[in-house]
């Protein structure tokens, strides 16, 4: 039997690495948030017939617009089939009548260019403020009912442990995305929802299965009861999260190489990313967590005494 207690100190200093390395991310790079939270325009075009990329800066810079972000990708018809190549370009904010501009030009150097072959979204600074916001009320409401939740069901420590390795995932999740420089919309969030929901359902399983081993036991046997009850947990727990990568990877291979959708890109990416760091911390940082609160806990019942 693994003595995960034993070794948690390996286990703590590489998660303390990964959130380090995370936040440095965080704060020198910050998020590359789409325009669902920074606002902005996009225009997606599939083209009928052979381009390059500086045709297409070309009519960009005619139109004032040299900075767009542009991004090749495979073209679909309305119906989702394959149609050629096409492209992916990101502006600031435009109105109406810049955005028909802008479609005008590229029809001019475009003829194939059909009503069915050019896709525009614009989002305005204020409503992708509003996201934001939106956004972070969400995470902090699933927070708050999680910790209810096993505060409710489990002592103090528990809940603690519990925190304190969401926040881990959170962090790590976010660092890649930033460190990888990901888009950031609202299905990044959607998928961190989803991250909270399988990590906390791993952590449970163990901690339940330590609560029920801890019957009758003496505070010196309890690193034995943590060993056991991960080990009794651990089958479960991998099985679990190696058939969800397994689907995921079927859906980033779908999503990349069938359908082209870059939301549903990130949002697979990011689940991938939560499931393997989210059964990394709810086997090896969880339950020895609360393992060394209860520790410190006798330590100073020891030293009161």
Known sequence: MISFTRHRNKSFLLSALLVA???????LNGFNLGIDFAGGTIFQLNFREQFTLEEVEEVLEKEGLSGAALQLVQGRDPGGEAAG???????????EEERRKVIAAFRERFPSLGAGDVRVESVGAVVGREMVQQA?????VAVVLMVAYIAFRFEFKFSLATILVLLHDIIVVAGVFSLLRLEVNSTFVAAILTVFGYSVNNTIVIIDRIRENLRHKRPEEYAGVVDLSISQSLVRCLNTSLTTLLVLVALFVGFYYFIGSFDLIAFVIAIIIGVAV??????FVASPLWFTFKEWEFRRRGKAA
């Open 85 to 95: 190549e096409g492209a992916v370009i990101k502006t600031s904010y435009l109105d």
């Open 21 to 27: 390395v995370s936040l440095l991310s965080l704060a």
């Open 136 to 140: 972070l009320l969400a995470l902090a």
């Open 278 to 283: 989210g059964t990394y911390s709810s086997i």
